[in-house]
C-alpha cells in the first residue's frame, strides 16, 4: 500500500556507503550500528506502516561526537535522521534508505538541577518522565506530559513541541523550554535562550522548538520545573451522547474555567482502557470527561463546584470523584496507556487535529460519520480542553485494502479540522503523516515562506528531509 | 505491528504463537523506558521493542540466528518488566523464550561459550553435582585475580566464584524426600507440596526449613515427593527446550501422583524464578496429547509461598520492630504479578516495610545471567544496593534465592528470604545473619 510517498534514494550515496561508512570509525563500536539485520531494528517508529531501512545509525555519547558527525554528514554529502525515542506517532523519526540516523539515546543525563531557579538542564535523550521524577521528591515537576512520557524523550519532545493532558494549564513544549544547545548541519554548536523565560535577542527558541529535526540537532535543554499544586483531583464525568461531553467542553472553556486537564474519550475508549487499567471508568455512558482540579482543598472544590453546575446543565449522567492518590494514578495510567491498549483490539492510526472547543461537538459528530462511511471503527480519547482531538481509527494493518481506507479516512478528519477552523497537528507534529496535507492547511507563499527559513539553516536539504514540507513543492 | 509470516512458517505451533505476539505490539517504545539494559546501555537493539524487531525479522525469514542477534537476546534479562509496562499486552516472555529456543537451534556459540552453558546447565540442577562444585568454588575463591586471567573463561569465572558461598551449608531433612505433618488436626488433612528444586536447597535450606515449619504451623501437611527435581527453568532460559520439558514432564508426573495418592491444594514454590516456569508448563506443553492437561492442572495449583499463605491463619507474636526493606524479584512482580502479598504479610508480621526506589528495575541476577553477562549484572546491582541502601533498612526480605545471592554479594545490609522474616515472626529462628 504506502500512501505517502518518500523520496527516491540517492544511489550515489547507496553506491558510496562503504567509503562514507569508514568516515565514521572515529566513533567505538557500539556506537556505530552498520549491519542490516541491526539497521532493521530503526527502519521505523510508531508509525510503523512505513519503514525504511538507514544508511546506518549513529548513537554519540557527547555534543561534540553528533556535532562531528554532522559534520562529516555534511561534508559527504548525506542525509541525517535525528531520533528520540522513535515514539513519534506522524513518522517523524523513520528513516530514509540514503540517510544516517543519528540517536540521542545514549545522551540520557541530567546534568543540573536548579530548584531555586526552577530549571533543569539535561542531555535530550533524557525522558519526558524522568525529569519530573528527579524534582519530585522536592515537591517539582516538568509541566509537558505527553502519554509517551514515560518513554518519549525531550529532544523529541522539542522536535515536535510536544503536548500532553496538563497542557490545558501549563501550555506545551514551547512554553516550558528555556533553552537548548543546538548543533547546526556543520557541526557548530549554538547555545539558544538561557535559564529563564524571554531570554535577550531573537527568539530563536520559538523557532527550533518545533522544526522537527529540520534545523539542527538539540543535544541539551534547558526546562522550566514548576512547584507542583498542594493537591490534585481527578474527577470522571459520564454523558449518554458525544455531543453533550462535547457541550460541556465548550462551556466550561467558555465560562472561563481552566481545569488543570480535561480529557474525553467515548465508549470504545472507556472500554479498551478499563480492560488494562481497571481505573474504574464508567461502563454504561457514550463519552466520559477525566477533569482534574489542582490546588488547596477550597481551590479545588470551589472550581470543582462550578464545573459540575455546569455538567449538569449538559446532562451528566455519573459524577465520580477519584478519593486517593492510588486512583488517581490508575485513572492517569488508564488514560496515558489508551493507544498502546487500543492495540489489544486492533492496529490504528491516531490522528491529531485540533480544533476550537466550541466547535468539538460538531467535530466529533462527523468523525463518527467519516469512519462510518469507510466501515471502519473510531475510538476517541483526546485533550478536549486543548480541542485536540485524537480519533484513532482502527483497522487491520495486515490488510492493505483497510491501511489505504484508513488513511483516507485519516486524512479526511484533518481536513474537517481544518475546515471548522482548527489546524492538522496539535502536538504530534506533521512528520510524513500530515506533510502532504500542509497545502490544505497552508497557501503555497506560507509555506515558500517557512521553507526559506528552513533553507537558511539547511539549504540542502539533508536533515530530515522527508518531512513536514510536500515533497514535489520544496524551494 | 504488520508481520510477514509465510502460511508453511504459521504451520508451525512456535510461530504461530510468535506472530500472535508480535502483531500485538503497536511499536510504541513504553518497554523501553523500563529495560535494564537500555537504562544501562542506551541502545533500542538492547531494548524489548528492539529485540522483538530482531527476532521477528530472524524468524519471519526463517533466518539461522547470527551472532548478532544472539548477542542482543543474551543481554535480555527476561525480568519481564516491559510486560508489566506494555500497554498492549505483548507477551513478550513466550517470544523470547521460542527465540532462544530457536538460537540454540540455528546457531552454533564458540566453543568456550558452549561448554560453559553444557556445564551450568548440567551441574547447578543437579543438587549432588552442584554442592560438588560448590566445595572447588570455595578452595578456588582466593585464587579470583589468577583465574580473571584465563582467555575466554576468565571473566565469567571470577564472576562465579565472586557469587560462590563462603561456606556450604550441609544437607538436611527438609531437603526431602519426605512428609511433614501438621501438629493436631483432624481426619480431614489439608497438604501441600514443597518444591526442592535445585539450587536453593543446596544454597540456603533454611528457607524451605523456615517454609514447612510456617505451613505446619497453620495446620496444613507438606510433602516433598520423591523423584521431583530441578522446574527446568535455567534450562529453558539457556533455550535447551527438549531438556526443559523433560525435566517438566518428570516433576508434572512425580506432583501428579502426589495428586492421586492424598491430594494436593498448592505446589507451593519459595523461589519465584521457579514458580513462574511451574506456572507457564500449561503453555509450554500446550502441544503434547500426553502432558497438557496435566501440565495445565499443576500450573494452576502452584503458588508462591506469600501467595499460599495470605489465605490461611497465621499467627505472630512478639515482632521485632525492623525496617525491611523489601526487594521484589523480577519473576515475582513482573513474572508471576505477585506485587502486594509479600509485603501484607510482612506488615502483618510486625515489620516496617519500606519499598525500595526504582524497584522495578532487576537486580541482575536472572538465573545464570550473573554467571554468562557479569558486566552488566554487576552494574545493575550496584544500583540495586545503592537504591536499598537509601531506603535505610535493618534487613532485606525477598522471594527468590537468586536475588538473595546476588544482592548479598554487593552489600553488608542482610538478606532474608520473606518466608523466614515470617517464620521467626510466628516463632520460628532468627534468620541467620540478622
Known amino acids: ?475 | 505491528m504488520q508481520t510477514n509470516f509465510t502460511p508453511e512458517l504459521l504451520a508451525d505451533s512456535h510461530m504461530r504463537a510468535s506472530e500472535k505476539i508480535v502483531r500485538s505490539c503497536v511499536h510504541c517504545g513504553f518497554c523501553t523506558a523500563t529495560c535494564p539494559t537500555y537504562l544501562l546501555l542506551g541502545d533500542e537493539l538492547d531494548s524489548p521493542r528492539g529485540r522483538i524487531y530482531l527476532i521477528k525479522d530472524m524468524l519471519e525469514n526463517r533466518r539461522p540466528a547470527t551472532e548478532l542477534e544472539v548477542k542482543h537476546v543474551d543481554r535480555c534479562l527476561s525480568c519481564l518488566a516491559c510486560m508489566t509496562t506494555c500497554p498492549s499486552g505483548v507477551h513478550y516472555m513466550h517470544l523470547v523464550d521460542h527465540a532462544r529456543a530457536y538460537i540454540e537451534a540455528t546457531y552454533q556459540r564458540p566453543l568456550a561459550d558452549r561448554m560453559l552453558r553444557a556445564a551450568l546447565s548440567r551441574i547447578i540442577p543437579s543438587r549432588g553435582l552442584f554442592r560438588a562444585a560448590l566445595r572447588l568454588a570455595k578452595i578456588g575463591r582466593p585464587l579470583r585475580p589468577v583465574v580473571a586471567r584465563i582467555p575466554q573463561y576468565g571473566a565469567k569465572l571470577t564472576a562465579m566464584l565472586a557469587l560462590a558461598p563462603k561456606s556450604i551449608p550441609a544437607r538436611v531433612e527438609t531437603e526431602g524426600p519426605g512428609e511433614f505433618r501438621a501438629r493436631g488436626g483432624g481426619p480431614q488433612r489439608r497438604r501441600i507440596a514443597l518444591l526442592t528444586g535445585c539450587a536453593q536447597a543446596v544454597l540456603a535450606p533454611e528457607i524451605n526449613a523456615a517454609t514447612i515449619r510456617l505451613i505446619n504451623r497453620t495446620g496444613v501437611d507438606v510433602v516433598l515427593p520423591e523423584g521431583e527435581g530441578c522446574c527446568g527453568s535455567l534450562v529453558h532460559h539457556m533455550g535447551r527446550e527438549a531438556r526443559s520439558l523433560a525435566q517438566a514432564r518428570a516433576n508434572i508426573d512425580v506432583w501428579t501422583r502426589e495428586i492421586d495418592r492424598g491430594g494436593l491444594e498448592a505446589i507451593v514454590v519459595t523461589a519465584s524464578g521457579c514458580g513462574t516456569t511451574i506456572k507457564d508448563y500449561g503453555f509450554m506443553l500446550r502441544d503434547d496429547a500426553l502432558y497438557a492437561e496435566k501440565a495445565a492442572r499443576i500450573s494452576a495449583l502452584a503458588k508462591d509461598v506469600t501467595e499460599y499463605l495470605t489465605g490461611l491463619d497465621l499467627r505472630f507474636e512478639n515482632p521485632a520492630k525492623l525496617v525491611v526493606a523489601y526487594h521484589s524479584a523480577c519473576s515475582m512482580q513482573h513474572g508471576q504479578k505477585i506485587t502486594d502479598a509479600p509485603k501484607m504479610l510482612l506488615r502483618r508480621a510486625g515489620f516496617t516495610v519500606r519499598d525500595v526506589p526504582e524497584g522495578h528495575i532487576c537486580c541482575g541476577s536472572a538465573g545464570t545471567y550473573n554467571l554468562l553477562q557479569p558486566e552488566i549484572a554487576g552494574r545493575l546491582r550496584a544500583r540495586k544496593v545503592a537504591n536499598i541502601a537509601r531506603v535505610r533498612p535493618d534487613v532485606i526480605a525477598t522471594g527468590n534465592i537468586g536475588c538473595i545471592t546476588q544482592i548479598a554479594a554487593g552489600t553488608s545490609i542482610p538478606i532474608a528470604h520473606t518466608a523466614e522474616m515470617l517464620d521467626w515472626a510466628s516463632g520460628g529462628p532468627r534468620p541467620a545473619g540478622l
Open chain 1, 1 to 475: 500500500m504506502s500512501q505517502i510517498a518518500f523520496p527516491p534514494p540517492d544511489v550515489a550515496i547507496l553506491a558510496r556507503r562503504d567509503a562514507i561508512l569508514a568516515g565514521l570509525a572515529f566513533l567505538p563500536e557500539e556506537c556505530l550500528i552498520v549491519d542490516a539485520i541491526e539497521r532493521r531494528a530503526f527502519e521505523t517508529d510508531a508509525l510503523t506502516a512505513y519503514r525504511r531501512l538507514p544508511l546506518a545509525v549513529v548513537l554519540p555519547r557527547s555534543t561534540e561526537e553528533v556535532a562531528r558527525v554532522l559534520k562529516y554528514c555534511s561534508e559527504v554529502g548525506v542525509n541525517v535522521v535525528p531520533r528520540g525515542a522513535g515514539t513519534s506517532l506522524s513518522g517523524g523519526a523513520i528513516p530514509q534508505e540514503d540517510a544516517i540516523v543519528i540517536g540521542l539515546s545514549k545522551m540520557s543525563r541530567i546534568l543540573e538541577i536548579n530548584l531555586a531557579d526552577r530549571y533543569a538542564r539535561v542531555e535530550a535523550g533524557v525522558t519526558n518522565l524522568a525529569i519530573s521524577e528527579a524534582v519530585v521528591a522536592e515537591g517539582f515537576f516538568y509541566a509537558p506530559d505527553p502519554s509517551s512520557q514515560l518513554a518519549c524523550t525531550i529532544g523529541g519532545n522539542i522536535g515536535m513541541n510536544s503536548g500532553g493532558a496538563h497542557c490545558l494549564k501549563y501550555g506545551v513544549t514551547t512554553n516550558n523550554v528555556l533553552g537548548v544547545r543546538l548543533v547546526t548541519l556543520d557541526g557548530e554548536i549554538l547555545d539558544l535562550g538561557g535559564t529563564h523565560l524571554d531570554a535577550g535577542g531573537f527568539d530563536w527558541l520559538g523557532l527550533v522548538v518545533g522544526s522537527e529535526g529540520q534545523l539542527g540537532i538539540v543535544t541539551e535543554a534547558t526546562v522550566r520545573i514548576l512547584r507542583a499544586a498542594e493537591g490534585a483531583r481527578p474527577v470522571l464525568f459520564g454523558f449518554d451522547s458525544a455531543e453533550a461531553a462535547g457541550e460541556c467542553v465548550a462551556a466550561i472553556i467558555g465560562a472561563g474555567i481552566v481545569p488543570v486537564a480535561m480529557e474525553y474519550m467515548d465508549r470504545l475508549a472507556i472500554e479498551i482502557c478499563e480492560g488494562f487499567a481497571h481505573a474504574g471508568y464508567p461502563l454504561d455512558v457514550e463519552a466520559m470527561l477525566i477533569i482534574e482540579v489542582e490546588g488547596s482543598d477550597e481551590e479545588m472544590q470551589a472550581q470543582l463546584a462550578k464545573i459540575t453546575a455546569i455538567a449538569r446543565d449538559s446532562g451528566v449522567k455519573t459524577i465520580r470523584e477519584s478519593l486517593s492518590a492510588m486512583e488517581s494514578a490508575q485513572i492517569w495510567k488508564g488514560r496515558k496507556s489508551a493507544f498502546g491498549a487500543t492495540g489489544r483490539i486492533a492496529d490504528y492510526i491516531c490522528m491529531d487535529g485540533t480544533v476550537p472547543a466550541s466547535r468539538l461537538p460538531e467535530a466529533l459528530r462527523r468523525t463518527g460519520e467519516i469512519c462510518a462511511s469507510y466501515g471502519l471503527r473510531v475510538a476517541n480519547v483526546f485533550h478536549a480542553g486543548d480541542g485536540n482531538m485524537h480519533p484513532l481509527v482502527l483497522y487491520n494493518c495486515n490488510d492493505p485494502v483497510q491501511q489505504a481506507k484508513a488513511e483516507d479516512a485519516g486524512n479526511e478528519l484533518l481536513k474537517l479540522c481544518v475546515q471548522l477552523g482548527g489546524c492538522l497537528t496539535g502536538e504530534h507534529g506533521v512528520g510524513i503523516e500530515k506533510r502532504d496535507l500542509m497545502r490544505f492547511q497552508f497557501s503555497a507563499k506560507d509555506l515558500d515562506q517557512q521553507m526559506r527559513v528552513r533553507a537558511a539553516f539547511d539549504p540542502n536539504w539533508r536533515m530530515n528531509p522527508a518531512k513536514v514540507f510536500p515533497l514535489d513543492q520544496r524551494i
